[in-house]
C-alpha cells in the first residue's frame, strides 16, 4: 500500500466555507462519499438544510462577520474555501478575499490543520496575448481589480497557513451552462468573442481539490481547466448548433461597460447589490486565458472525467 492509497482511507474532519454554493455543494457531497466528516459553513440555513441531511454538520455564518467564524475550524485538518464569486465589486471581492480571509485565518486552529486549499482564479494573469500559454507559472500581471485582490489574497494566505491555491477556470456544468440564456437569448459575445477561454466540469473542478487535499504541499498553485482551451465564439456556434439556438450578438466592450454603469445604477435605486456586467466579469470574459493542465495531472493525478466541454455538454443534453 503506498502512503497515497493509505491517505485516501483515513477519515479526515473538514471545513467547507461557501458550502452551499455550486462548487460548495458538489464538493461537500463528493467528501461525504468518501467517508470524510464534514462541516459546512452556509449563510442561508435553508440552503443548508439538504446537506445536512446527507450528513454535513450544519453551520451558520458569513466570512464577513466574524463573530460568526468562531469555533467554527475547530478541530479542522482542512479548510476549503469557496466562497469567493467573480461577479462581485472590488468592494465586496476585498471584504471576501482579503478581510474575509483574516476573519478566517484569526479564527483557525492552527494546532490542527494540515491544509487550507482555496478557489482562485485566472484574473491574476489580468490580460495574457493572443498567443500565450497560461501555466502555474506564468507571470502575474493583474489588470482589474479582482485580479489585483485576488494576488493581495494569495500572498495573504501563503504567509498565514498551509495554503494551496487552485486557479480555476470558467466552471460549468448541469445549472450552469448558459443553455437557457441562449433560448431566451440574452447572452452576448463581447468583442466578437475572438479570445481564448478556459473551462472545467464542476466534478472535475471537486477532484482537483481533493487531490490537492490529498497530495499537493504546502504553497503549491495550481490551474483547474481542462484539455481543450477553445475560442469563445466558437464554443458557442458548437453550443448553439446543438441545441438549435442562435450565437449570441456581438456586444463591444465599451458598451458593456455603459451597461454594467447603468445597471448598477438601476439596481442601486431598486434595492439591489449585484449587476452582470461588472469589471470582473468583463475582464474574465475577454482575457485570453489558454490554460495548459500538465501540472494536476502529473502532480495530482487527476484523470478528468469531461477531458473537454464537448463531453461535459452531451451529458448535461442527455
Known sequence: MTLCDFTLLVEMNILVLGANGYTGLH???????????????????ERGIALEKLGMDLRVGDVRDEASLRNVADDCEIIFNVVASCRI????AKAILLEGARSIFR?????????YIWCSNVSVYGYPKMKERV????????????????????????ESLPAIAVRVASVYGKGRDFILGL????????????????????EDLVQVLIAAMERAN????????????VIQRKFFEEICAATGTTVPLN?????????GVFGRAMNSL????????????????????????????????VVLRYPTFREGYKEILK
Open 27 to 45: 464538493l461537500v457531497k463528493a467528501l461525504l462519499e468518501r467517508g470524510h466528516a464534514v462541516r459546512g459553513l452556509v449563510r442561508d440555513v
Open 89 to 92: 465589486e472590488p468592494s465586496e
Open 107 to 115: 479564527n483557525v486552529d492552527r494546532a490542527v490543520l494540515k491544509k
Open 135 to 158: 501555466t502555474e507559472t506564468s507571470a502575474l500581471k493583474p489588470a482589474y481589480a479582482l485580479g489585483k485582490i485576488t494576488v493581495d489574497a494569495e500572498k495573504l494566505a501563503s
Open 183 to 202: 433560448k431566451e437569448n440574452r447572452l452576448r459575445l463581447l468583442n466578437g468573442g475572438e479570445n481564448w477561454q478556459s473551462r472545467i466540469h464542476v
Open 218 to 229: 504546502a504553497g503549491s498553485v495550481y490551474l483547474a481547466a481542462d484539455d481543450l482551451p
Open 251 to 259: 456586444l463591444e466592450v465599451n458598451a458593456a461597460r455603459a451597461f
Open 270 to 301: 431598486g434595492g439591489e447589490q449585484r449587476y452582470q456586467l461588472s469589471e470582473s466579469v468583463i475582464g474574465l470574459l475577454t482575457g485570453n486565458y489558454f490554460c495548459l493542465n500538465d501540472k494536476i495531472k502529473n502532480e495530482l493525478g
